[in-house]
């Protein structure tokens, strides 16, 4: 995914000869009265600008495109690195309040993925990745329906056709004009083609050997992670990048999340260049965060005066350090870990029923219960101390709290944690009760997994975890589990999977029509918060691919 500029005449010819070829195989399947052509063009520095004519005859339109390049280069002496091209079809007109009650009633935030004219010649229009890269359309609130945004349409007309000078009131609107698009994006002397429509609209084929092309988004997303990170060892912890608007919250667990998932990055290649940042973000978490007490140690987190310990931060840095030692050998934090580990078994009672969150410094009771999500992190965080230094009050403690689990039905809440700490508990313990746990954690969630139109990173991690369990099922013995586990379906969803969760990556084709791309290039987000980049995000789908790349057989 390498992208250079066009800098010389012999190039700018070549790459014309290409457009055209391609343009004209395109306009063909088309049968059409107006046909719209878009150009996107930027570098990573800023938000792309899109020219866009309209015409009856295609080769016209041809003329024009090459024309305008020519201009663009005459006056520049180059190309910039980001070429796109698109062809408008699937043109509809249709009544504005039937696009409203469309925008209004989408299940998911931010998955309207139609280009929007706003008029029947398209001199106003606009590409469906413009419209959510200048937030034109918004979805603040999961649970409140998407809406349109009249300040930042204005914003963006004003932007892109300067010479008018019309303020647009969404209440005027009487019609629009929706499509498709087919599209390809120019990258090292190719036009790759893009998918059309749904949601995996505007994000290139995978072509080629799949695992060699996942490998090269984890190594591109790892170095994303490892630049995030400060000098100081505190990461930049997430932007909406429609422009550019960081987030300014902090927190403890995914701070120790994020750099566990980019050690494991160093399972897929050993880049010694991170070390010394790995290590500066582990210091940060263990200056600012870490609290000992009577060698029992606790995370805390919030703001000074409104300080918590929370179970699952120490959770989270005790498999941080841990997979630090195992992937580095360097067990200079195993101190740490092994207070962590204490301060976790004193939120767990003699029941295995855990205590969430404590206010600190009292370590007075603060919340019995807040998430599911700490008591598989506590789990698998005592695991990973206990193979590495085989303490038997570890194993026992995680044995009581998978009784708690199990009594209690966990296995409902198909969380992906609770997968990691099955896996790695029935390693150690190959009983079929454990195995049954973690089978049903993820059998009655497969249909759901399989429609979800979002990329839900942590679907992958929790089935690459019950695969590892699953292929051991037949090897230790427990055919007829095996016989229950449907294996083959669950490997057609991990590759489901694996595919759908590159539409929240960003590719140069999806970063360009951002504020800032280079400060998103090649991460994950969250189209349905906004197109949320932050830490965990990595996090999550860089565990994922890398279980995936390590540990999957076709």
């Known amino acids: 995914m390498t992208v250079l500029s066009i800098k010389n005449f012999s190039h700018v010819l070549a790459f014309k000869e290409k457009l055209k070829a391609w343009l004209l195989e395109n306009f063909l399947l088309q049968e059409q009265t107006l046909y719209t052509l878009f150009f996107s063009y930027g570098t990573a520095k800023e938000r792309c600008k899109v020219w866009s004519s309209t015409d009856s005859e295609p080769q016209v339109l041809i003329k024009r495109v090459l024309k305008y ?38 299940p998911h935030n931010n998955h309207y993925r139609k280009g929007i004219s706003f008029d029947s010649k398209f001199n106003i229009c606009f590409l469906e990745q413009e419209i959510y890269g200048k937030a034109i359309i918004k979805g603040l609130v999961y649970n409140q329906p998407n809406f349109f945004d009249e300040k930042n349409l204005n914003t963006a007309v004003k932007k892109k056709y300067p010479q008018l000078k019309t303020q647009f009131k969404l209440e005027n609107f009487e019609k629009v004009w929706v499509f498709d698009t087919l599209a390809c994006f120019y990258e090292n002397g190719q036009f790759i ?47 909406f990048p429609a422009y550019a608007n960081p987030i300014k ?70 498999f941080m350090l841990c997979k630090f030692q195992e992937v580095t ?29 404590l206010h600190y410094p009292s370590l007075e009771v603060k919340e019995k219960f807040r998430i599911v999500y700490y008591d598989g992190e506590a789990a698998l965080g005592l ?53 049954e746990f973690g089978l ?17 990173a942590t679907f992958l991690e929790m089935m690459m975890s019950a695969y590892k369990m699953v292929v051991r099922l037949k090897q230790q013995g427990y055919s007829q589990l095996f016989e229950q586990a449907k294996f083959e379906e669950l490997k057609e969803l991990i590759e489901l999977r694996t595919e759908f969760q590159r539409n929240g990556f960003f590719y140069p084709e999806v970063a360009m029509y951002l504020a800032k791309p280079e400060q998103v290039l090649n991460a994950f987000y969250v189209r349905h918060d906004r197109l949320r980049t932050r830490i965990d995000d990595q996090e999550h789908n860089l565990s994922g691919y890398v279980a995936y790349l390590n540990h999957f057989q076709d």
């Open 383 to 435: 695991l990973r101390l206990y193979q590495i230094n085989k303490n038997p009050v570890l194993l026992d403690t995680v044995k009581l709290m998978f009784e708690h689990f199990i009594s209690k039905n966990y296995d409902r809440y198909h969380d992906h944690w609770l997968s990691y700490c099955t896996n790695e508990l029935t390693k150690i313990c190959p009983e079929q009760k454990y195995f």
């Open 69 to 106: 390049i020519d201009q663009q280069f005459e006056k520049n002496r180059e190309l910039p690195e980001f070429l796109k091209f698109d062809i408008a079809v699937n043109v509809e007109e249709k009544s504005w309040q039937h696009v409203l009650v469309e925008v209004n009633n989408q």
């Open 440 to 456: 049903n954690n993820y059998l009655k969630h497969m249909d759901f997994i399989r429609n979800r139109k979002t990329a839900y």
């Open 329 to 357: 050998g360097d067990d200079s934090y195993l101190v740490y870990a092994e207070e962590l580990a204490n301060g976790i078994r004193t939120m767990v009672d003699q029941h295995g029923e855990t205590t969430h969150v």
């Open 193 to 239: 083609p893009l998918q059309s429509t749904g949601t995996a609209n505007g994000v290139r084929y995978l072509t080629g050997d799949k695992k060699s092309h996942i490998r090269d988004l984890v190594l591109k997303n790892a170095k994303f992670l490892h630049d995030e990170i400060q000098q100081n060892g505190r990461f930049i912890y997430g932007y």
């Open 249 to 318: 919250s902090y927190n403890t667990v995914r701070h120790c999340t994020a750099i566990y998932a980019l050690i494991e990055t160093l399972e897929v290649e050993y880049n010694q260049a991170y070390l010394p940042k790995i290590k500066a973000a582990i210091d940060y978490a263990l200056t600012n965060f870490y609290k000992e007490l009577d060698q029992k140690a606790f995370m805390s987190d919030g703001q000074e005066g409104e300080e918590e310990v929370k179970l699952g931060a120490n959770a989270t840095a005790l």
